[in-house]
T-cell receptor, first 113, second 111 residues
Framework: DTAVSQTPKYLVTQMGNDKSIKCEQN?????MYWYKQDSKKFLKIMFS???????INETVPNRFSPKSPDKAHLNLHINSLELGDSAVYFC????????????FGPGTRLTVT | RKEVEQDPGPFNVPEGATVAFNCTYS??????FFWYRQDCRKEPKLLMS???SGNEDGRFTAQLNRASQYISLLIRDSKLSDSATYLC????????????FGAGTRLFVKA
């Protein structure tokens, strides 16, 4: 059983388009995250939700909007895609009161042309 | 200064070698420390937590020096399957439990 799943795995799109990436976890965790890993391999946190409430919101363009319909899902919508948005986006989850260990999804490789 | 700094490598070592990675962090209030492993085009996975007293898991030994704000990972008797990028990870107890990842150190173990 997949613990943290993301769809799609690959996404190729043109500049200016709007796209969404979905994430689901079946671990019963209360906290979910979105990370961006760019071509230089830096893994940077973008957002974190705890029990559907936003708790971390890094300096990310407001074209990026996370949405958490319930504790098991955290989706990422990106408006007006730019070339610099090309990266691998990882979703992760954790249970805050059990420590900071995070489980990552397989990643979504986004290519903006 | 980056919040978490690592030597990017790559480290090229023969099978059976011992290799050590270092990591420094800037926030003295950081509470939790980890090493994650990331294979090419895969997600990061926890390798081990790092405790002040030092801890060992098979061929892997992690150490933390809070005074110097320094973390290390030692791999003994390297295997081909150890080839990966090793990420130093630091987490605070405030600011939403923000996790900071180092850029990673690449390791290639050759036969």
């Amino acid at each position: 059983d997949t613990a943290v799943s993301q769809t799609p795995k690959y996404l190729v799109t043109q500049m200016g388009n709007d796209k969404s990436i979905k994430c689901e976890q079946n671990l019963g965790h209360d906290t979910m995250y979105w990370y961006k890993q760019d071509s230089k391999k830096f893994l940077k946190i973008m957002f974190s939700y705890n029990n559907k409430e936003l708790i971390i919101n890094e300096t990310v363009p407001n074209r990026f909007s996370p949405k958490s319909p319930d504790k098991a899902h955290l989706n990422l919508h990106i408006n007006s895609l730019e070339l610099g948005d090309s990266a691998v986006y990882f979703c992760a989850s954790s249970q805050l009161d059990r420590g900071p260990l995070q489980y990552f999804g397989p990643g979504t490789r986004l290519t903006v042309t | 200064r980056k919040e978490v700094e690592q030597d990017p490598g790559p480290f090229n070592v023969p099978e059976g070698a011992t290799v050590a990675f270092n990591c420094t962090y800037s926030n003295s209030a950081s509470q939790s420390f980890f090493w994650y492993r990331q294979d090419c085009r895969k997600e990061p996975k926890l390798l081990m937590s790092v405790y002040s007293s030092g801890n060992e898991d098979g061929r892997f030994t992690a150490q933390l020096n809070r005074a110097s704000q320094y973390i290390s990972l030692l791999i003994r008797d390297s295997k081909l399957s150890d080839s990966a990028t090793y990420l130093c990870v630091v987490k605070g107890s405030t600011g939403g439990f923000k996790t900071i990842f180092g850029a990673g150190t690449r390791l290639f173990v050759k036969a």
